[in-house]
T-cell receptor, first 116, second 115 residues
Framework: GAGVSQTPSNKVTEKGKYVELRCDPISGHTALYWYRQSLGQGPEFLIYFQGTGAADDSGLPNDRFFAVRPEGSVSTLKIQRTERGDSAVYLC??????????????FGPGTRLTVL | DQQVKQNSPSLSVQEGRISILNCDYTNSMFDYFLWYKKYPAEGPTFLISISSIKDKNEDGRFTVFLNKSAKHLSLHIVPSQPGDSAVYFCAASGMRGGSNYKLTFGKGTLLTVNP
């Protein structure tokens, strides 16, 4: 079956521009996560959605970052006034649900964002 | 402050031998641990996990050991194959505090299995 897909695979932008990164989770997965992986680091948690609502956005670095999931499926991560320090691979993951039964998270291939 | 540490950036082993990847954690709230494998230009893929109520979990060639008192876990791959060459991430989450969804990752270890 289809896995998590992310578009675009690569995005190059100029400092100060606005970007949108899209994530299509595995069909039927209610939980969706965004992570950011900087060079030489492991993925770092940004935000978690359960259905349409952001249940935890504590990992978003500042108010330039925002994410939505209006219909409980596709999610968009939005970054305003991009800075060079935002350059990283942005990973999306999904899982069937979250609860007392642990579900591993299925990751997409990521979007490599480069801010010049 | 790194809560999950993988102190070896890289490891090289011969095909057929055992690969041992190590991971240490500092947060005592963590009670579930996972290993992910990542190939270049792909997302991490789940490999194996272990709950803190266990000290060992085995799946084919892969075994994860957990030493709670030492806050240490390790991944054993036996026998190692060239296709196992990838970056391996250790990750942890905590049920207590209601944040069982949030994975905290180490920096990863690049495993190279030589034919």
């Amino acid at each position: 079956g289809a896995g998590v897909s992310q578009t675009p695979s690569n995005k190059v932008t100029e400092k100060g521009k606005y970007v949108e990164l899209r994530c299509d989770p595995i069909s039927g997965h209610t939980a969706l996560y965004w992570y950011r992986q900087s060079l030489g680091q492991g993925p770092e948690f940004l935000i978690y959605f359960q259905g349409t609502g952001a249940a935890d956005d504590s990992g978003l670095p500042n108010d330039r970052f925002f994410a939505v999931r209006p219909e409980g499926s596709v999610s968009t991560l939005k970054i305003q006034r991009t800075e060079r320090g935002d350059s990283a691979v942005y990973l999306c993951a999904s899982s069937p649900t979250v609860g007392r039964v642990r579900n591993e998270q299925f990751f997409g291939p990521g979007t490599r964002l480069t801010v010049l | 402050d790194q809560q999950v540490k993988q102190n070896s950036p890289s490891l090289s082993v011969q095909e057929g031998r055992i690969s041992i990847l190590n991971c240490d954690y500092t947060n005592s709230m963590f009670d579930y641990f996972l290993w992910y494998k990542k190939y270049p230009a792909e997302g991490p893929t789940f490999l194996i996990s272990i709950s803190s109520i266990k000290d060992k979990n085995e799946d084919g060639r892969f075994t994860v050991f957990l030493n709670k008192s030492a806050k240490h876990l390790s991944l054993h791959i036996v026998p190692s194959q060239p296709g196992d060459s990838a970056v391996y991430f250790c990750a942890a989450s905590g049920m207590r505090g209601g944040s069982n969804y949030k994975l905290t990752f180490g920096k990863g270890t690049l495993l190279t299995v030589n034919p």
